[in-house]
């Protein structure tokens, strides 16, 4: 068996962590060769200690010094450091786990440099899929996802791709599917960082809230898999137990099953095209009781169609409602926004934009920061 080396970029984050728990439990088919955070210098350094790296890096330059006085491994700082890390020659595959628009540049350039990328920052889709998809086919580079709904999807699509009418994304529908939607006017951060299902970081447990979070995913449906915004659904399915499905010409449904577990699909891209055991607790179909699925309530929930909305529009459009998104979610997690207002600001900034059709990176990064003084111009106001 090919032992596979593997970078992470994100490595202290929730995805990182776990896809560290898959290497322990597979150390003679997975090596560690390569770590990127972004401030925890500390656990990072453990974690290179662990399972001796032989680079480290952090995006943020003021934690360097800690992480170079902890680590015996190569180490840098910055985004250059980060994108060396993320096209390494040693690596085979690069797990990018950060969250937000800070995955872009390292997702460019692992598929720039040919590597098979684990992809669960879907804001490097959603943002500059028009450019990463064309480059990774270019270049040979192979994108497999990790999202769980789109590594459900992609693990349905084996050998069926040229019969497909629709993909269904699954929603858990958050921690307030049921709240009454005067209630949320008073929502906590407290309260949207308690998902009913998933254990997940800040801002994307925000977003499942808003189901913004799915709004995203359907943008990077659309590029991962090359349908159109008609052939993706969204469904509410709040067992979190059907991961999605595919539907094809034909009326047949294929749905994938499993426990909420990031850990399966984080190990479903490492083992490619191979699966192996998983430590997992096992899907008891005599215990799953009913699976409900409803449609979106997209009054209370605006978010979700704001975001399809920019997708079907293009060019620069998706990084600025991403980007306005990421500000708002701060925003509100620093008890500066209230809950309703966040799709209401990403709103009022994408009504603001001009967009560039075909854009490049730099024109995508350009919108993407311009985006985000835009809101924080509105928030200061």
Not at 181 to 197: D, G, N, S, Y
Not at 244 to 262: A, I, N, R, Y
Not at 361 to 379: G, N, P, Q, T, Y
Request: aromatic share 8%; charged share 20%; glycine share 6%.
């Amino acid at each position: 068996m090919i032992l596979k080396r593997i970078a992470i970029i994100g490595s202290t984050g929730s995805i990182g962590v776990q896809a560290l728990d898959v290497v322990r439990r597979h150390p003679e088919k997975l090596e560690v060769v390569a770590l990127a955070a972004g401030s925890n210098a500390e656990l990072l350094a453990r974690q290179a200690a662990e399972f001796n790296a032989r680079y480290a890096a952090v995006f943020d330059k003021a934690a360097y010094p800690e992480l170079a006085a902890r680590c015996r491994c190569w180490t840098g700082a910055g985004l250059e450091a980060v994108n060396f890390l993320a096209s390494l020659d040693e690596a085979d595959l690069v797990l990018i786990a950060v969250s937000g628009a800070a995955g872009i540049y390292p997702t460019y350039e692992a598929a720039a440099a040919g590597k098979t990328v684990a992809l669960a920052n879907k804001e490097s889709l959603v943002a500059a899929g028009d450019v990463i998809m064309p480059l990774a086919r270019a270049s040979g580079s192979m994108i497999l996802p990790v999202d769980s709904e789109h590594s459900a999807i992609f693990q349905c699509l084996q050998g069926e791709k040229e019969s497909v009418f629709r993909l269904w994304l699954t929603a858990s529908g958050g921690p307030f599917r049921e709240t009454d939607i005067a209630e949320l006017e008073f929502v906590t951060p407290e309260q949207a960082l308690r998902h009913p299902k998933w254990n997940m970081g800040k801002k994307i447990t925000v977003d499942s809230a808003t189901l913004m979070n799915k709004g995203l995913e359907v943008i990077e449906a659309h590029h991962l898999f090359a349908v159109s915004y008609d052939q993706i659904g969204v469904v509410i399915h709040p067992q979190s137990i059907v991961h999605s499905l595919v539907e094809f010409v034909d009326g047949s449904l294929l749905g994938h099953l499993g426990v909420p577990d990031m850990r399966l699909p984080i190990q479903y891209a490492f083992s490619y095209p191979e699966r192996w055991e998983s430590a997992c607790e096992r899907l008891n179909l005599l215990q799953l009781g009913e699976l409900n699925f409803y449609p979106p309530d997209h009054k209370k929930f605006p978010a979700l169609e704001l975001a399809v909305s920019a997708g079907r529009r293009g060019g620069t459009m998706p990084a600025v409602m991403n980007a306005a998104n990421e500000i708002a979610v701060e925003s509100f997690l620093e008890g500066k926004l209230r809950f309703k207002d966040i799709p209401v600001m990403v709103e009022r900034v994408m009504g603001q934009h001009r967009v560039v059709a075909n854009p490049s990176l730099s024109e995508i990064m350009a919108a993407d920061k311009w985006a985000r003084e835009a809101c924080r111009r509105i928030l200061r106001k």
